[in-house]
């Protein structure tokens, strides 16, 4: 069966840094494009960002680039997400993506949060 499960998130302070892991299992990893995507209460859920199946070519939301680093380890199954100078407007929930073609579905992991406060 396949499983995503992310873990790494918490309460931490503004300018302060955070990696979350997602590690998946069930389906063929090296062959999905993973993502990571975020949502805030009120709010709709967004792409944070995205790395190809053999990873190299990424890109970002905007208002992330150049603090938020995604990567993979295929060897691993599993994506991270290098989060730094985190800012209290990345308060969210963050779930973990894999995407092969609009032929297969999507899956998604259960989330995990990610709280920026002091």
């Known amino acids: 069966q396949v499983q995503l499960v992310e873990s790494g998130g918490g309460l931490v302070q503004p300018g302060g840094s955070l990696r979350l892991s997602c590690a998946a299992s069930g389906f063929p990893f090296s062959t999905y494009r993973m993502s990571w995507y975020r949502q805030a209460p009120g709010k709709e859920r967004e792409l944070v960002a995205g790395?190809?199946?053999?990873?190299?070519?990424?890109n970002y939301k905007d208002s992330v680039k150049g603090r938020f680093t995604i990567s993979r380890d295929n060897a691993k199954n599993t994506v991270y997400l290098q989060m730094n100078s985190l800012k209290p407007e990345d308060t969210a929930v963050y779930y973990c993506?894999?995407?092969?073609?609009?032929?297969?579905?999507?899956?998604w992991g259960q989330g995990t949060q990610v709280t920026v406060s002091s």
């Open positions: 790395i190809a199946s053999a990873g190299g070519i990424t």
């Open positions: 993506n894999a995407y092969r073609s609009r032929n297969q579905n999507d899956y």
